[in-house]
């Protein structure tokens, strides 16, 4: 890797963040000699963006942050057919009102992480459903479509690795990198963008739209590239055994997502620290040579300062504070994740695999039967063994609930109703 001479290139690479880019050489001179507008595309798949997506906000971040614009692109358009790349099978098709609902909620996950405004270096955001929606096929397919080949879109890894498993690659589907490449284009005509970065997923529809812009506007634009990113052992960044760790507090709470970083695994905690947070690189690499019981303390810290970027600092402090009093004091804090239940139903009687199933600690009554014969579940801190017990009115305890607790760093507290 090139030594950088912009100080938002030299960032990336410091912190980790460089995959691929175009042109190394042009770029780090862009950003060194003018104030450069770069995008991210989001798709409307959810009403929240999840940890997965952080990466990509942090980059963002930082862009705003060594004096540049961030755009955020959101895919109210390309959200209609959904980025086929590397999926085993099409997305399910969203309705308009799907798509406009999930919008609200996913600006809503940028506001704590850039500046938006009117300003050079205020962030923008964008939805390419203001131009994709107002398409006339037969001009599109004569003035765009034109400059696409379908032997080369055939080639790239994100359509072969579909073809060559024989899974059906839609028309629909097929067109999307067309229309991603299309946005390129779009967002450099109206406000000068010059950069797209993305995951490392996404290289081949980045590359079109350069190609494009080429073609049409006679243009050099440029592609950045993170790395797929996974845990050590190879799971899946954003995701944790309960489901989407969601960057929208009402989906996730604060002390929800804390635990989910403070969780993180050990060697991951050093290359965590530096993508997710803004502490200094001498503190990192303290932190990250931090060896046996010292490493919690690490991940204490990493824990703490992300959700402290998305929630706040207090929101950080109180589920830091939270974790400490349940697992070093074995109190119950109110701010643990609660469910409530019809005081009748715990009147009648309530089976533990339902429950379970209920406060979210298990998606069935299988898994639940499965993590009691293995030891992992506690009620109200007591070890449980038979999967026919019933919860009922009798075991509420002092503070009126009762805790359930799935291994030493999941719990959920049952309130009656």
């Known amino acids: 890797m090139s030594a950088f001479k912009s100080d938002f290139l030299r960032i990336m690479s410091e912190r980790g963040f460089i995959h691929q880019i175009s042109d190394e050489t042009g770029l780090d001179q862009l950003f060194a000699k003018e104030t450069v507008s770069a995008y991210i595309g989001f798709d409307a798949t959810a009403k929240s963006l999840h940890a997965g997506s952080l990466i990509q906000i942090m980059m963002l971040h930082w862009l705003q942050q060594t004096g540049h614009r961030p755009i955020a692109l959101m895919g109210g358009g390309t959200s209609m057919i959904g980025d086929p790349s590397f999926k085993d099978e099409a997305r399910k098709l969203l309705t308009p009102q799907d798509i406009d609902d999930n919008l609200v909620g996913i600006r809503r996950n940028f506001a704590p992480y850039l500046k938006f405004g009117s300003g050079p270096g205020d962030a923008v955001m964008v939805n390419n459903a203001d131009w994709l929606m107002q398409i006339n096929y037969v001009n599109f397919l004569r003035d765009v479509g034109r400059h ?63 190609d494009l812009g080429h073609r049409m506007e006679g243009v050099q634009l440029f592609a950045m590239t993170t790395p797929l990113l996974t845990t050590s052992s190879g799971a899946k960044m954003g995701k944790s055994a309960s489901g989407a760790v969601w960057l929208d507090g009402d989906m996730l709470s604060p002390y929800e997502f804390w635990q989910y970083w403070r969780n993180t695994e050990d060697a991951d905690v050093g290359r965590f620290l530096k993508l997710y947070t803004t502490l200094p690189l001498d503190e990192v690499a303290r932190l990250a040579k931090l060896g046996g019981s010292e490493i919690n303390e690490a991940k204490k810290i990493l824990a703490t300062e992300i959700t402290a970027m998305l929630h706040g600092r207090d929101a950080a402090e109180t589920a830091s504070e939270t974790a400490r009093k349940t697992f070093e004091e074995g109190a119950l804090a109110d701010t643990l994740p609660s469910v409530e239940v019809a005081r009748s139903d715990l009147e009648a009687g309530l089976g533990i695999l339902a429950l379970f199933v209920t406060a979210g600690l298990a998606g069935s009554n299988g898994e639940a039967r499965r993590h009691i014969q293995g030891g992992a579940v506690r009620i109200n801190d007591q070890p449980l063994t038979d999967d026919r017990r019933v919860v009922t009115l009798q075991d509420l305890g002092p503070e009126g609930v009762v805790k359930l607790s799935l291994g030493k760093k999941k719990h959920v507290l049952v309130r009656p109703s």
């Not at 990198?177 to 005509?189: G, N, P």
């Open 148 to 210: 696409f080949s379908v032997n080369r879109m055939l080639a790239f890894d994100s359509v072969k690795l579909r073809l060559d498993r024989e899974q059906s690659l839609s028309f629909l589907e097929f067109n999307y990198m067309i229309l991603q490449a299309y946005d390129f284009v779009e967002l450099y005509k109206r406000v000068g963008c010059r950069l797209q970065m993305g995951g490392s997923d996404q290289w081949g529809n980045i590359v079109n739209g350069i």
